[in-house]
């Protein structure tokens, strides 16, 4: 179980378990899930949608000509429905993120597949979308979701690199510091569209360090995925 809990920390948990936390993680039958370039990296945001922070992302997404991958929450999506067919109209990657943000170790394995059938039923439903990525809440599998996840072709997905940028005291530089110091062709990055499971109003720092973030990626050469 305690693979299952750091994988996202220690590759060779990552390993162990077959978890993917970079591009070069994904096997050939996955790779184009992500249609990267020879120097790709993925942005990837979690917890949306939100009604401000992911309007605010697509805008500077746009703005840059890059793509994202943004894994939803069902009980968001089914709040805003239009916001997640906007997501997807424009060109990105829709993951699944559950419907419910709660750790899956805490939760029984009735209600894993309750949460499983919503999220993709709610998904599909708003975006025309059936996901085919996965990242589970704070990046933790139970082995029980692990498995469920496998048996709906789903493919496990963590990161390799974070802003840190739902923390409350974080600010813009210091989200665009983690994320680019040392950020390699392959590397994928955690960043947040909502403040729903973080703190208040962490979604505008983030915004205001996608720019950033973005304009150093394409002056090291590194393009941003793109949607399959």
């Known amino acids: 179980m305690l693979r299952h809990v750091f994988a996202m920390h220690v590759p060779a948990f990552a390993r162990a378990l077959g978890l993917a936390r970079t591009l070069d993680d994904l096997g050939p039958a996955t790779a184009p899930l ?18 401000d922070g992911t ?24 709040r805003r429905p239009q916001l997640a067919r906007r997501i997807a109209a424009e060109g990105h990657t829709i993951g699944l993120h559950g419907h419910l943000h709660r750790p899956h170790p805490t939760r029984s394995a009735s209600e894993m597949e309750r ?3 919503r999220a993709l039923a709610v998904i599909a439903d708003a975006t025309g979308v059936a996901p085919r990525l996965h990242r589970p809440p704070f990046g933790i599998y139970s082995p029980t979701s692990l498995r469920m996840a496998r048996e709906r072709g789903l493919q496990p997905l963590l990161w390799s690199r974070w802003g840190k940028d739902w923390r409350k005291f974080t600010t813009p530089p210091e989200i665009a510091r983690r994320v680019l110091g040392g950020v390699a062709a392959g590397d994928v990055i955690l960043l947040h569209d909502a403040d729903f499971y973080s703190a208040k109003r962490s979604h505008y720092r983030t915004a205001e360090a996608l720019p950033e973030i973005l304009a150093k990626l394409k002056s090291g050469g590194l393009d941003t995925v793109g949607a399959a």
């Not at 992500?34 to 009604?51: E, N, R, Y």
């Not at 605010?56 to 793509?67: N, P, S």
């Not at 943004?70 to 009980?75: A, K, M, S, T, Y």
């Open 34 to 51: 992500l249609a990267s370039g020879p120097a790709g990296v993925a942005i990837t945001f979690d917890d949306g949608p939100h009604p």
């Open 115 to 117: 949460d499983y059938e």
């Open 55 to 78: 309007p605010l992302m697509l805008e500077v997404l746009a703005r840059h000509e890059a793509h994202a991958t943004f894994f939803l929450v069902g009980e968001q999506v089914a």
